[in-house]
């Protein structure tokens, strides 16, 4: 093993730089991961940027090339294949969207009741350098919109098996959101708390930093939105698909069942209780046509950095960087067909916000915890060295001072191309199939023509529509199209409006 250089103190007495060249080595991967951080948000902004704008399969390839260039990056892996399977979805490749969800759905199972979100040795790297060397899990909204849009997929490719399976697993993730998701939060924090307790901080200074961070954000937790992780249109699709694809008396209870939780999280929904009406009335599958209109983008993260009052020999303060959410607008909130206008069944914005300041406490602990130890650290080691030999202790405080700067970092990671909204629109199938979609416009205002859709006649129908931001040219579209009983026809393309692009999902411009 090669020794460490050392530097000559008097005759024949030298002193070693481990000390140096082990904050050198932590330099170097705290270099590294800013690098790959880097690169993220650069690939992620190329990504919302082409998604934005309509341009679908640009906004894919640019995901899929992000997803092949980090394959063997652990850490992000799951981030990519999200953002690959929504813009190819979005693209109309139905089936590499739904070979990229199958990749995060097995990334995300291990956490569904059996394994522990965080492991021991993560915790170390993560405390050493900072929370953007974690593995991404992905977010309990996530999971259960991940498990929803698969079925979507497998449902507008005729797959009724697969598709049922994928409902089942975004209700068994909502299930586990709301009972488990507290528990582990507070299991988490108390062991910050010990570490934090155990370094002698004072007590007051995460809560203050907390309550600084959320300032920044610029939403009071009064108004951070939904006290659980229901996810509306979850479980609305589900009903939906059973109501449209099965006689069974079971199925239609179940579909009764997840109408009624629709409910309780929207008191006063109209499309639910018209379909439990049609479920008490009985009779065969209803033909009535269900557009979901997931509307804009999730919100995103900056990068928030305070000085945190923390004493360590003489220096007062550290630099800490904490993730602050921001919504996005430019989105089009409301859909008319059919005389009727669409209503807003799922505010994914609240759902991510409300998950997110459930953590935050833990965030921002764990970020401080972080930044203590780093300078605490590369104080004791100056001193060590300062006492052996005075260059020495310099070269370990500049090295160490390198260090904090180059380790400091927020994680900013999310799965951007999901919707910030789910607006339903429920009416009846026209008797000749064509039903003509229109962004809602404000103030009288008509809107403009989106696309025409081309349904089953007489049949129940379920579309799921996609447009990122207002300035979209046009929606992405998936169908399901009933023909009786549980038959189906695989999803067709919409007809595009005079003077338009094509409407389908299969449109979009290369980067």
Aim: overall charge neutral.
């Amino acid at each position: 093993m090669a020794t460490a250089p050392a530097v000559r103190r008097g005759p024949g007495r030298t002193i070693g730089l481990g000390a140096a060249h082990r904050a050198a080595s932590c330099a170097v991967l705290a270099a590294a991961a800013a690098g790959c951080q880097s690169d993220l948000r650069r690939s992620v902004r190329e990504i919302d940027a082409a998604y934005a704008q309509g341009r679908y399969p640009g906004a894919a390839e640019i995901a899929e090339r992000a997803a092949e260039r980090n394959a063997d990056d652990r850490a992000d892996q799951l981030l990519w294949w999200l953002q690959a399977g929504r813009t190819r979805q979005a693209a109309g490749d139905v089936a590499a969207s739904i070979a990229w969800y199958d990749r995060a759905y097995e990334a995300v199972r291990p956490y569904l009741d059996s394994k522990a979100e965080a492991t021991v040795s993560e915790a170390l790297v993560t405390t050493a350098v900072n929370q953007t060397m974690r593995i991404y899990r992905a977010t309990p909204p996530e999971r259960i919109m991940l498990c929803a849009l698969q079925g979507a997929n497998r449902l507008a490719s005729g797959d009724l098996a697969g598709a049922r399976v994928e409902f089942n697993r975004a209700a068994d993730f909502q299930q586990d959101a709301v009972s488990r998701f507290a528990q582990e939060i507070n299991a988490a924090q108390e062991r910050t708390n010990a570490e934090w307790k155990s370094g002698g901080w004072a007590t007051g200074i995460s809560t203050d930093a907390t309550a600084k961070v959320r300032q920044a954000q610029e939403r009071p937790a009064s108004a951070l939105g939904m006290s659980s992780f229901g996810n509306p249109f979850a479980s609305y699709l589900r009903a939906a698909f059973l109501l449209a694809t099965s006689t069974d008396p079971g199925d239609r209870q179940n579909a009764r069942a997840d109408l009624r939780g629709v409910q309780e999280m929207l008191p006063g929904c109209a499309e639910a209780a018209a379909d439990i009406a049609a479920i008490d009335a009985g009779g065969g599958p209803p033909p009535v046509t269900w557009i979901f209109f997931l509307t804009g983008v999730a919100p995103t993260y900056r990068e928030f950095r305070l000085d945190i009052p923390i004493p360590v020999g003489n220096v007062n303060y550290v630099s800490a960087a904490f993730p602050v959410l921001e919504r996005r607008g430019a989105f089009i909130p409301a859909i008319d067909a059919g005389g009727a206008r669409s209503s807003t069944i799922a505010d994914l914005d609240a759902a991510v916000e409300a998950e997110f300041d459930a953590r935050l406490p833990l965030i921002v602990t764990q970020e401080i915890v972080s930044s203590a130890g780093k300078a605490a650290a590369t104080w004791a080691a100056s001193q060590a060295a300062y006492q052996q030999d005075s260059t020495a202790g310099v070269l370990v405080q500049i090295v160490g001072i390198a260090y904090q700067a180059a380790s400091t970092a927020a994680d900013l990671r999310a799965w951007t191309t999901m919707p910030k909204q789910v607006a339903l629109l429920r009416v009846p199938t026209p008797a000749d199939g064509a039903l003509e979609v229109r962004a809602g416009g404000g103030e009288g205002q008509p809107g403009r023509t989106l696309c025409t859709l081309a349904l089953a006649p007489g049949a129940p129908n379920i579309v799921i529509m996609t447009l990122p931001s207002a300035a979209a040219p046009h929606p992405a579209v998936l169908q399901y199209r009933g023909g009786g009983g549980s038959e189906i026809a695989p999803g067709a393309p919409a007809a595009a409006a005079p003077g338009a692009p094509p409407t389908s999902a299969a449109t979009g411009d290369s980067p």
